[in-house]
């Protein structure tokens, strides 16, 4: 049996990385969006709130690396690597790498799950399966409690506290997983526990 391709939105890099361990856990490959031709073809909403700014396109998608963090932000796209069909970008948050494909690369993969992570990117997500990938299933991943129009959004995956939901809705109730460090310092006989999430 070949790897499932999941396709997900990057707005942070947290929930990337657990989305990637996720991936990782289901035998999965999971790409996100790089080059700045899915904000200009109308298929990345990140920058919306931010009067969809060039600027904030360019710091999440450039391949070029148009963006240079002034305020100690982590540059997002530094690519380590280039394939046929996907860049390795570095995370520096989490010392490892992520893939990201362009949207022409998205065009010639298999996707079998397209995961919104943004509560804008369920309907612009929907409609890039309908034009491209009409064999995916859309995922809407919830991590904070925020309105969800039942109408629109047939699969849930919520790491939230468990609520209610319409029957004739696939949902499922999870745990976000992060790597940690734990580390107990013992000083003047007293032992202090530092947690530090990766």
Known sequence: MSKLIIFSDRHHDGLAYSLRLLAKRLNADIYFPIG????????????KP?????DTANQYLSLDQRYHPVDGTLPLNI?????PTHYEIEDLAHGDSLKSITFDQFLNLDIDFIIASLPDHYATYTRLRNEYKPNAKV????GNHWPIDFGIVKNLM???IPFDIP?????????QEFDFIIS?????????LNIKIL
Request: hydrophobic fraction near 45%.
């Open 167 to 175: 029957s004739g809705i696939n949902a499922v109730f999870y745990h």
């Open 79 to 83: 690519i380590k690597a280039t394939t």
């Open 36 to 47: 700045l031709t899915w904000w200009q073809k109308g298929f990345w909403d990140v920058a």
């Open 158 to 160: 919520a790491s939230t």
């Open 139 to 142: 995922i809407c991943q919830m």
């Open 50 to 54: 931010y009067s969809d700014s060039p």
């Open 184 to 192: 107990l310092i013992l000083e003047d006989g007293k032992i202090s």
